[in-house]
């Protein structure tokens, strides 16, 4: 048996009509770790926006049916967090908590599980102490704390998701990673492209052949009872020989067309990650809830594209 993910099912149906049905909250930019690829919108600006107020606006929105959590390092704002996770639940509204994992603590998974978040979500890029400590520029005693919070996430009976980013410094130990993967307890395993930040000019993405390779390697040792997800790679998979089977997802994207990011200004974006263009502001007339009827010429030009940076970086001058 494969673990499927609720909050996921948003990116597992086909979507014909466009409507806001996922939001992600950055509800801080600030974050304790500096990485390299980063794709966080305007990360450390300092704007923030507390509980009351996400709940604010999430109470506007009647067709939402999961909230992402994720900056910054959200748990940053750990009450705020809680908070949100709580009036979700109590709502029906799947949540998603996007973290590295290093301030967590026993109490806080228990107080996060308690308040009903349907899943954690952990970056997890290295298998030792030593690589990773020497990636993130921390003390290796990290790592120790990055395995101990995601077996507690487990124990707790919180449904546990580990995204590996698959780029240069991931690319030829893709395996291994998964093999740690299953050994701390994990069974869901996010396999995230990596997307090229024209911001900070971080391009060191996986080439089309270590994708091709690793994507194949990690279907054919996937155990029975693990479910991948493979991110950003729908537009291009079939072309490139990927199939989906039992447990293995090329999971659609739904940014820009089911989910939109809303920064600690009251900014909305498209997409943090790939096309991070503000198309209105929540606090300078832009309604939500009408974002979709009312289109934004942006919004209106990115539904009428629709670019994909993953497709564009491998696939340029072909
Ligand atoms: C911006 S982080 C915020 C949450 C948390 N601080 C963390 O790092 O897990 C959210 C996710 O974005 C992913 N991400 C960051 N930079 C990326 C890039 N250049 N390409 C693809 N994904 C990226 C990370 O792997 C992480 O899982
Ligand atoms: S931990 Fe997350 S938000 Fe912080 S720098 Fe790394 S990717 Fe960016
Ligand atoms: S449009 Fe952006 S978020 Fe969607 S698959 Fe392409 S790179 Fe990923």
């Known amino acids: 048996m494969t673990a499927k993910n609720r909050y996921k099912s948003l990116e597992l149906e086909t979507h014909d009509v466009v409507e806001l049905e996922g939001l992600e909250v950055g509800v801080t930019s600030s974050c304790n770790f500096k990485c390299d690829y980063c794709c966080a919108y305007n990360r450390d600006d300092g704007q923030c926006m507390d509980a009351q107020e996400v709940i604010r606006i999430i109470s506007e929105l009647p067709r939402l049916?999961?909230?992402?959590?994720?900056?910054?390092?959200?748990?940053?704002?750990?009450?705020?967090?809680?908070?949100i996770v709580t009036y979700c639940a109590a709502h029906g509204i799947d949540t998603q908590l996007n973290t590295n994992a290093s301030l967590l603590t026993e109490e806080r998974i228990h107080a996060l599980r308690n308040a009903g978040?349907?899943?954690?979500?952990?970056?997890?890029?290295?298998?030792?102490?030593?690589?990773?400590?020497?990636?993130?520029?921390?003390?290796?005693?990290?790592?120790?704390?990055?395995?101990?919070?995601?077996?507690?996430?487990?124990?707790?009976?919180?449904?546990?998701v580990l995204e590996t980013l698959l780029f240069e410094g991931t690319q030829s130990n893709m395996l291994a990673i998964s093999e740690k993967v299953y050994?701390?307890?994990?069974?869901?395993?996010?396999?995230?492209?990596?997307?090229?930040?024209?911001?900070?000019?971080?391009?060191?993405?996986?080439?089309?052949?270590?994708?091709?390779?690793?994507?194949?390697?990690?279907i054919k040792h996937k155990k029975d009872d693990t479910t991948l997800y493979f991110t950003c790679m729908d537009r291009f998979a079939d072309q490139l020989g990927l199939h989906e089977q039992p447990g293995v997802y090329f999971s659609n994207c739904v940014d820009g067309t089911k989910q939109l990011h809303l920064h600690g200004n009251g900014d909305i974006l498209i997409c943090e990650l790939c096309h991070p263009v503000v198309i209105g502001n929540i606090y300078q007339g832009t309604s939500l809830n009408e974002i979709y009827a009312k289109q934004p010429p942006a919004l209106a030009d990115f539904l009428e594209k629709r670019p994909c940076p993953a497709y564009d970086a491998l696939f340029a001058g072909e």
């Open 65 to 83: 049916k999961r909230v992402r959590l994720s900056g910054g390092e959200v748990t940053l704002k750990f009450q705020d967090c809680l908070e």
């Open 117 to 160: 978040l349907s899943n954690i979500h952990i970056s997890f890029n290295y298998t030792d102490a030593e690589a990773y400590s020497t990636y993130y520029r921390v003390h290796p005693r990290m790592y120790e704390r990055l395995e101990r919070n995601i077996r507690l996430c487990t124990e707790a009976g919180l449904e546990t």
């Open 183 to 218: 050994d701390l307890g994990v069974r869901i395993h996010e396999i995230q492209n990596s997307i090229v930040m024209p911001h900070s000019k971080w391009s060191k993405i996986a080439s089309k052949e270590s994708l091709i390779r690793s994507v194949n390697e990690l």
